[in-house]
């Protein structure tokens, strides 16, 4: 798996390519977590979003598909001890409904054939009145971006889709969202960050 490979080098090819972008994100989501919150986050990756909200929540269950990047992730948060680390399919989570206050899954809706679909397995392990945080880089209208893009599918990273902010508005509204707030982390890369209040 590309991820498995990739896991050791993402982070200093984040912070090389889009360090602003990439340092700013976690902290950003931060902001939306409460203290009595119990948190999953989907597609954790290195742990770069992991590791900036455990100290803001109760309780956070990170999960990825890739065995390589829970293992960055477990070791970004070890000195905490209110989460979790586990290999979950984003697609079929294996949590009742209703269980998380916040669910996150960030940067991950480009690469899966079944975006929508995953959005309603979100919204399905949310509690009533909470929220899906849903970040994803917008690169498909910047011409660096594309080039960068490209770059990664030869390394093997498969994009089933690239947004631009009004593209990414339009997903979730045909996705049936009609009420969600949108704002966007400005950078090389820049990346809007979907909230959703179910």
């Given at each position: 798996m590309f991820w498995n490979k990739a896991a050791r080098f993402y982070d200093f090819f984040e912070t090389v390519y889009n360090g602003k972008v990439y340092r700013s994100?976690?902290?950003r989501i931060a902001l939306?977590?409460?203290p009595d919150d119990t948190v999953l986050e989907c597609a954790c990756g290195t742990g770069i979003i992991s590791r900036q909200i455990a100290p803001k929540c109760l309780q956070?269950?990170?999960t990825d598909v890739s065995k390589g990047m829970l293992r960055q992730t477990a070791?970004?948060?070890?000195?905490f001890d209110n989460v979790k680390i586990r290999r979950a399919d984003i697609m079929h989570l294996k949590y009742q409904d209703g269980t998380f206050d916040k669910v996150i899954a960030a940067n991950v809706l480009h690469l899966l054939q079944n975006p929508a679909g995953a959005l309603k397995e979100l919204e399905r392990?949310?509690?009533t009145g909470g929220r899906i945080i849903i970040p994803t880089y917008i690169n498909a209208s910047e011409g660096v971006n594309r080039k960068a893009v490209h770059l990664l599918e030869l390394a093997g990273v498969r994009f089933m889709r690239q947004f631009d902010i009004r593209s990414y508005r339009q997903f979730f509204e045909h996705?049936?969202?009609k009420n969600f707030d949108c704002s966007v982390i400005s950078g090389r890369m820049p990346c809007a960050i979907a909230v959703i209040t179910k």
């Open positions: 994100l976690g902290k939306e977590m409460d956070l269950t990170a070791k970004k948060c070890r000195r392990v949310c509690k996705a049936g969202y």
